[in-house]
T-cell receptor, first 111, second 115 residues
């Protein structure tokens, strides 16, 4: 079952601008993860944030988590053409080996 | 190099045929997953396995079968009972500690087409 919802479904920005994607979920989680998928390829893990963390950074990526609102955001700063991809959030519920996926945000970076 | 390998990359199936998609990992992960992805959509869980010789149905298991005889291998069979099998299939593996999932590692996918 899918509990994550990404917003927006699609985002097109100019190279160099920042891109922000949001994810909402419904149940209590142990952690939330963001992945990137280039067209026709497998998914690549970007960052994992635990339920007791509020913010995490990795290079040009910044992820925030608000468990009271059951939401997360992924910020990509100084976007590049190579960032063009679909981005998915996935939540890891407590005491469950599944990952629950959102439908993804398709990001297009215009040169 | 450690990783997860899916084969074949492209697969064509005739009506009424069963086909098997391969997934192998050398990451020593306990948990393995099969997902289906349709164009422009997210991932839907077909089956998952937390340990050898055990697996559970996901949200769309009908028309699919799996086995987990070895820790490294989790093949998926798409049976003739699956009426609309054309899709992109992704295999993943992960560690699990205390009942939750750490990061998942994905294969490059198998694109299955019914001809």
């Amino acid at each position: 079952s899918q509990q994550g919802e990404e917003d927006p479904q699609a985002l097109s920005i100019q190279e160099g601008e920042n891109a922000t994607m949001n994810c909402s979920y419904k149940t209590s989680i142990n952690n939330l993860q963001w992945y990137r998928q280039n067209s026709g390829r497998g998914l690549v893990h970007l960052i994992l944030i635990r339920s007791n963390e509020r913010e995490k950074h990795s290079g040009r990526l910044r992820v925030t988590l608000d468990t009271s609102k059951k939401s997360s955001s992924l910020l990509i700063t100084a976007s590049r053409a190579a960032d063009t991809a679909s981005y998915f959030c996935a939540t890891a519920p407590r005491s469950n080996y599944q990952l629950i996926w959102g439908a993804g945000t398709k990001l297009i970076i215009k040169p | 190099d450690g990783g997860i390998t899916q084969s074949p990359k492209y697969l064509f199936r005739k009506e009424g045929q069963n086909v098997t998609l391969s997934c192998e990992q050398n990451l020593n992960h306990d948990a393995m997953y099969w997902y289906r992805q349709d164009p422009g959509q997210g991932l839907r869980l077909i089956y998952y396995s937390q340990i050898v010789n055990d697996f559970q149905k996901g949200d769309i298991a009908e028309g699919y079968s799996v086995s987990r005889e070895k820790k490294e291998s989790f093949p998926l069979t798409v049976t003739s009972a699956q009426k609309n099998p054309t899709a992109f299939y992704l295999c993943a593996s992960s560690t699990g500690q205390g009942g939750f999932v750490a990061e998942a590692f994905f294969g490059q996918g198998t694109r299955l087409t019914v001809v």
